[in-house]
């Protein structure tokens, strides 16, 4: 993640750079959503059937190609960089959360500590987060916006280094052909009408995050204001929220309140999306709603990730993680395809980010629903076997 966080103050400030209009730079961010949407169809499959440290090697050496291409001021070569790019980011939000789960179960740990653990990740990954904002913004002021691109190759080294050396391998079902683990994961998808709608509420909250990782640095500049010098400083403040939301999620879980934190996520979201559509021209404004939603970021992630491994059963939890993310990228390529083709404006962009996360807010809303209508039984395994779980 510190690779990843690194290049996002900077991705669309460099292609600025290279002179591409806002709708090239759009082409850019589809074409890495687009291979991500189709990468998200597989390539969970292929971590449960070869194995998820395998696939977190792979998505090391995916980002270094991405890395290095960036360095060529080429649009076609760094089209073929957000290639890499969007299957990397499918492996990254996949095959290492199905690896730390069933490494979890693997030894024996409290099934409980998970919904600690997840938080602890969100809770580093803000600091780390920060620490990379501030790093970037080093090597942007000292070797230009390319310069924190090439510093990102020495972490994803370091990655692929200790996972092959350090990391046991674990698996999903292993009596599986890999032809047949995305459909066995769609399968189980289909028979657990409660999990489409968890799926459906993670897709709305990411497709709208990831919209924002586009709009952020022209919406801030949308009022007049330069913020060019300080975008380092400013992700680092995203990611100091992203830390608080994650202690917030912390002091709620220790309440009992984990299935009420994705209902705040979804309604205090829909509500930062809107203050940033009304108040569109005036930066300080924008700034502190972009603030307030980072803030969700950070109960986000542990949330859902808690949720998710009490429902999702371990032989096709990467396959249906992946699932999960082919709306989402749906959502970006829609969403880049008008401000492409329809050169839509910041505020309606802003408008349409509002508007997913309230149906985010619906989806979720739906599969407490479903799942308060059977407390006792939390998902049927892929086997046939009900499961239960008495964590929830």
Not at 74 to 92: D, E, H, P, Q
Not at 104 to 130: C, D, I, M, Q
Not at 188 to 208: D, K, R, T, V
């Amino acid at each position: 993640m510190f690779s990843d966080w690194i290049q996002g103050p900077y991705s669309y400030a460099l292609y600025a750079h290279y002179g591409f209009t806002q709708g090239d730079i759009a082409l850019l961010y589809m074409g890495g959503f687009l291979s991500s949407m189709v990468a998200g169809s597989f390539v969970g499959a292929l971590a449960d059937n070869y194995g998820r440290k395998k696939m977190c090697v792979v998505y090391a050496a995916f980002y270094i190609i991405s890395c290095l291409v960036k360095l060529v001021n080429n649009y076609y070569i760094l089209m073929f960089g957000r290639f890499f790019a969007g299957v990397a980011t499918s492996l990254l939000f996949s095959a290492f959360e199905a690896w730390m789960v069933c490494e979890h179960n693997k030894r024996g740990f409290n099934p409980e500590w998970l919904s600690e653990t997840f938080g602890y990740l969100t809770l580093g990954n803000g600091f780390v987060a920060v620490m990379a904002g501030l790093v970037a913004n080093f090597f942007a002021e000292r070797y230009g916006y390319i310069g924190p691109f090439v510093f990102c190759l020495f972490p994803l080294t370091l990655v692929g280094i200790l996972a092959t050396l350090w990391w046991p391998e674990n698996y999903g079902d292993a009596n599986v052909r890999p032809a047949m683990a995305l459909p066995k994961a769609w399968s189980y998808i289909q028979n657990n009408s409660a999990i489409i709608y968890l799926g459906l509420g993670q897709s709305c909250f990411e497709g709208a995050m990831y919209a924002f990782v586009f709009v952020w640095t022209p919406a801030l500049q949308a009022g007049g204001e330069d913020v060019g010098p300080y975008l380092g400083i400013i992700f680092s403040t995203f990611m100091v929220c992203t830390m608080t939301g994650s202690n917030i999620f912390s002091i709620l879980i220790k309440k009992n309140l984990l299935t009420v934190v994705p209902v705040m996520v979804h309604l205090i979201a829909t509500l930062a999306n809107l203050t940033a559509f009304y108040f569109v021209k005036q930066t300080s404004s924008v700034y502190v709603a972009f603030l307030l939603f980072e803030l969700t970021v950070g109960m986000f992630y542990p949330s859902y990730g808690s949720i998710k491994s009490m429902n999702i059963p371990e032989e096709v939890r990467s396959g249906v993680m992946n699932i999960f993310r082919i709306p989402l990228n749906a959502i970006m390529v829609v969403l880049l395809g008008l401000i492409e083709v329809k050169q839509i404006s910041m505020g309606t962009t802003l408008a349409l980010c509002t508007l997913i996360h309230g149906v985010g807010l619906i989806m979720y809303w739906n599969f407490e629903r479903l799942r308060k209508r059977t407390p006792d039984v939390h998902y049927v395994s892929v086997k046939g076997q009900e499961v239960l779980d008495d964590a929830m």
